[in-house]
């Protein structure tokens, strides 16, 4: 089994020092636990290799993956930035008390509030997608009389897909703007000439989940053939450079990451070639992870239920969550490991499939694993949760969003409570009936 938690003498999963069996029975189930202490093991490789490189450099957490105002005071902690994406984001960074020059505002449709509040609370830096937030932006700071700092988020042509990556031409994606047909430097130009806008650097984001440098690199040559340009044309340094997230993490054995500082030696050593290659000042290097800061750090407890024998096909095995607290299988056929949280030392011998509760036959959460002898009531620990896991989780069939503990040195605390039956119907109301007609 591949995970990094410890299993006790009872046969228990043990996850920050706390027995799961005994989280489950505290708070109920569906429940998140985060173990801190590899939260703040995963910043750490991170911001470690940076400091042991001697380069200057913001990992900034994407609060994306998981947002809670205890995760983001665990990221102010070990010193991570942030990078925000929405209103309710930044929201929760403010109510955290996050330091506001170490959030960055990403987003490719920022609407008008966003761009107010980022501005009006002097976030450190705004990610400009597109023409139409350029002029949204200017309207903004002529507004508040406040200049900002921006990088320039850039589509470098290069798609990164999980295991390999391929040269698009010209890449058609929603975020950011084309380096290939020019839209970059009339960007970067028009920002250039405004007084209340500061041009910091550029941005890019190649994807999610990837385990080989390569598609970095990649990345990194293509912006450095533009900031090259650019230094001849325009006299322009960057002062940061903002190569995104991704960096993959293990879902199952199948999953082979690189350890996390690996990702930082080769994104370091290609900009130093290409700084040395152009005749640039080294920039500062800032990145975005956000699955690989939380994804490994938690595991979803279920309460084992219904089973269904299909003799000589499948097994399903039920449990008391599902694609509400778990989208990722059913929206990305998702992979994930398990274990019976009590008998975690047993030895395994079924097959069976993991079903969630939801109406919805999409609703499994893994297909063929090995489980020992289950009963009604067991508890199933389900990995590697903590990215995307509660961050995507929803209302469907009306099942209240699950808990949220953090478990550190052996003591646990609730971070984000159960939602109650009252919290789901908080925003209805009460139709003024009509006659039927
Ligand atoms: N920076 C930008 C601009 C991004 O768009 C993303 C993710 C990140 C950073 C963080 O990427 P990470 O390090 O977490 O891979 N819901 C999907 C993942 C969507 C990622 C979207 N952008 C999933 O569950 O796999």
Redesign the pocket.
Same mark, same amino acid.
């Given at each position: 089994m591949n995970h990094p938690f410890e299993i006790n003498k009872d046969g228990h999963l043990m996850v920050g020092g706390v027995d799961t069996t005994y989280l489950a029975r505290k708070y109920g189930t569906p429940l998140f636990v985060y173990d801190v202490s590899l939260i703040r093991k995963n910043a750490r490789a991170f911001v470690d290799t940076f400091r042991e490189l001697g380069i200057k450099a913001q990992v900034a957490y994407?609060s994306?993956?998981f947002s809670s105002i205890a995760m983001l005071q665990v990221a102010k902690q070990e010193n991570l930035s942030l990078?925000v994406?929405s209103q309710g984001e930044l929201y929760t960074a403010l109510q955290a008390d996050f330091p506001v020059e170490r959030i960055h505002l990403?987003g490719n449709n920022k609407s008008y509030q966003e761009l107010s509040m980022a501005v009006e609370h002097n976030i450190g830096c705004i990610?400009v997608d597109n023409f139409s937030e350029i002029d949204l932006l200017e309207e903004v700071l002529t507004e508040q009389n406040k200049t900002v700092n921006v990088l320039l988020?850039v589509t470098p042509g290069i798609e990164a897909h999980t295991h390999d990556y391929i040269l698009t031409g010209n890449e058609d994606s929603k975020?950011g703007f084309d380096l290939l047909n020019g839209q970059a430097e009339q960007a970067f130009l028009k920002l250039q000439n405004m007084e209340a806008i500061n041009v910091v650097g550029l941005?890019c984001?190649i994807?999610?989940?990837?385990f080989e440098t390569d598609g970095f690199i990649m990345a990194v040559r293509k912006l450095f053939e533009t900031l090259g340009a650019w230094k001849q044309k325009f006299s322009y340094m960057p002062k940061v450079l903002n190569l995104?997230?991704?960096?993959g993490i293990r879902y199952t054995a199948e999953d082979d990451p690189i350890p996390l500082g690996g990702y930082v030696d080769a994104l370091v050593d290609e900009v130093a070639k290409q700084v040395d290659r152009h005749g640039l000042d080294f920039p500062e290097i800032w990145i975005?992870?956000?699955? &690989?800061i939380v994804?490994n750090a938690a595991v979803t407890l279920y309460t084992t239920g219904a089973k269904k024998e299909i003799p000589g096909v499948r097994k399903y095995l039920s449990v008391d969550g599902g694609m509400t607290d778990n989208?990722?299988p059913a929206?990305?056929q998702?992979k994930y490991d398990a274990v019976v949280a009590n008998k975690a030392n047993d030895p395994l011998t079924e097959m069976v499939s993991i079903a969630g509760k939801c109406c919805e036959s999409g609703d499994m959460l893994i297909w063929d694993i090995e489980v020992p002898e289950v009963e009604y009531g067991d508890i199933l620990a389900v990995f590697s949760t903590g &990215?995307?896991g509660y961050s995507?989780s929803n209302h469907y069939n009306r099942f209240p969003k699950a808990a949220v503990v953090f478990a550190e040195q052996g003591e646990d605390q609730l971070v984000i409570q159960r939602e109650s039956y009252q919290d789901l119907i908080k925003n209805d109301l009460p139709y003024e009936i009509k006659e039927r007609v």
């Open positions: 994407a994306k993956a990078d994406v990403h990610v988020r975020f941005h984001h994807g999610s989940q990837i995104g997230g991704g960096f975005e992870p956000g699955r &690989a994804g989208l990722r929206l990305y998702a &990215a995307y995507m």
